[in-house]
Nanobody, 124 residues
């Protein structure tokens, strides 16, 4: 099993920046895909960005150019750099991990794991 913990959320003014981080814990050897999703009030959870263990990334089209995802495989940590934040970016941001190999095992865990979320509020 994998435990994910997000951090870095908070209140920022429009045009500001934040960097979110998410660290995975457990007897992890590697994680195939890590990503960020968000859920605004009254809306469904939506993709922000994902990145594979081979550093192939994917973004929601509307966020390309403003958000950048990165990861540190050695630390099992994924980051989201958020720039030029807009009020419509206000949401709870959730970390996701999919596809886990555990240390000392050849078994592949295909389950999805989610963090508790971190609140990002963009307001004047």
């Amino acid at each position: 099993q994998v435990h994910l913990v997000e951090s870095g959320g908070g209140l920022v003014q429009p045009g500001g920046s934040l960097i979110l981080s998410c660290s995975a814990s457990g007897n992890i050897f590697s994680i195939n895909v890590m990503g960020w999703y968000r859920q605004a009030p009254g809306k469904e959870r939506e993709l922000v960005a994902t990145v594979t263990s081979g550093y192939i990334d994917n973004y929601a089209d509307s966020l390309k150019g403003r958000f950048t995802i990165s990861r540190d495989n050695a630390k099992n940590t994924v980051y989201l750099q958020m720039k030029n934040l807009k009020p419509e970016d206000t949401a709870v941001y959730y970390c996701n991990a999919h596809g886990v190999y555990y240390s000392g095992s050849y078994d592949y865990d295909r389950a999805d794991y989610w963090g508790q979320g971190t609140q990002v509020t963009v307001s004047s």
